[in-house]
């Protein structure tokens, strides 16, 4: 797919992450660019296809539009702008009082996309994802590794939908509209790995990280979570039982923390010790 040349000009930048930046048209309110840092060619053109994928599912997620390069070299993605919206997790921050009722619309959302069936022949499996992960991982021995992989390949499957970054931040509403966003690491497989991202989130993630990236102090995101489990899981299974299925599903977002950082991290790792 070739890229259409546009001029930063006609953009105001509105957001950042770890990949790259937000812009919103300033003269189209229709239009919003996710634009990535310098360098990544291949990663938008992928997030554009997987986009499009997604989006011809039915699930809730902004339209997609034109895989766009800058003239300084910057690939990105246009989306069809949700005017008004706001994620789960500013939500949460601004209206603290509201976070049972935040918490519980996540959840549905979150459970409606696990109920959601793909053919596995178009996506990845979250399974093979994370064995990739493992492989690549310089800082785990093969004893350990060879641990996580076991424990990785266990994992019985499912042919449903998983998002890949289920952050409460990548899910956002208006008014009645519910949309998820951000899904470069749409896959399938087992929604445990899925899950494992917004309890990371909510209670593994220092404070600063939280309060810089979410919002919102860490005991009020730990709240969020002792809402969200029981609206996900039922009201039948302990929050603590919830929780310790969840912990080593969690503690294998480390593989995707530690390549992003290029250091290993304990607080992460820690929630592995059942298994290595």
């Known amino acids: 797919m070739e890229a259409i040349k546009i001029s930063l000009s006609d953009y105001v ?3 950042g992450g770890a990949n790259g930046e937000s812009y919103d048209h300033k003269s189209d309110p229709n239009t919003m660019l996710k634009l990535y840092f310098p360098g990544k060619i291949q990663q938008p053109l992928d997030e554009m296809n997987l986009a499009r994928k997604v989006y011809e599912l039915g699930i809730p997620t902004p339209e997609p539009g034109d895989y766009v390069v800058t003239e300084d070299g910057r690939y990105g993605i246009r989306f069809k702008r949700i005017i008004g919206k706001k994620s789960y997790s500013r939500a949460t921050g601004d209206e603290p009082d509201k976070v049972a009722q935040f918490a519980s619309e996540f959840a549905r959302m979150c459970k409606q996309l696990h ?10 499996n979250v399974k093979d994802r994370n064995l ?8 785990f021995t093969k004893t350990e590794k060879d ?7 266990d994992t019985p499957d499912e042919d449903t939908a998983v998002h890949g970054d289920l952050q409460f931040s990548n899910a956002i509403f208006v008014g009645n509209k ?3 966003i951000d899904l470069g690491d749409f896959c399938y497989g087992n929604h445990l ?8 989130c909510c209670n593994l993630s220092p404070e600063p990280f939280i309060q810089e990236t979410f919002h919102m102090p860490k005991s009020l995101a730990m709240e969020f979570w002792r809402h969200f489990a029981p609206e996900y899981f039922g ?5 603590k ?19 992003d950082t290029g250091e290993p991290m304990p607080v992460f790792r820690e929630a592995l010790k059942s298994i290595i």
């Open 235 to 239: 009201n039948d299974l302990p929050l």
């Open 193 to 200: 790995f899925d899950i494992a991202m917004v309890y990371l």
């Open 115 to 124: 109920s959601t069936h793909l053919d596995t022949n178009l996506f990845d």
């Open 241 to 259: 039982e919830i929780d310790e299925q969840i912990l080593p599903y969690a503690g294998l977002k480390t593989l995707i923390i530690e390549r």
């Open 178 to 180: 519910r949309y998820f």
């Open 132 to 139: 990739r992960l493992l492989e690549e991982n310089p800082f």
């Open 147 to 153: 641990r996580l992989g076991r424990f990785i390949t």
């Open 13 to 15: 930048l509105t957001g």
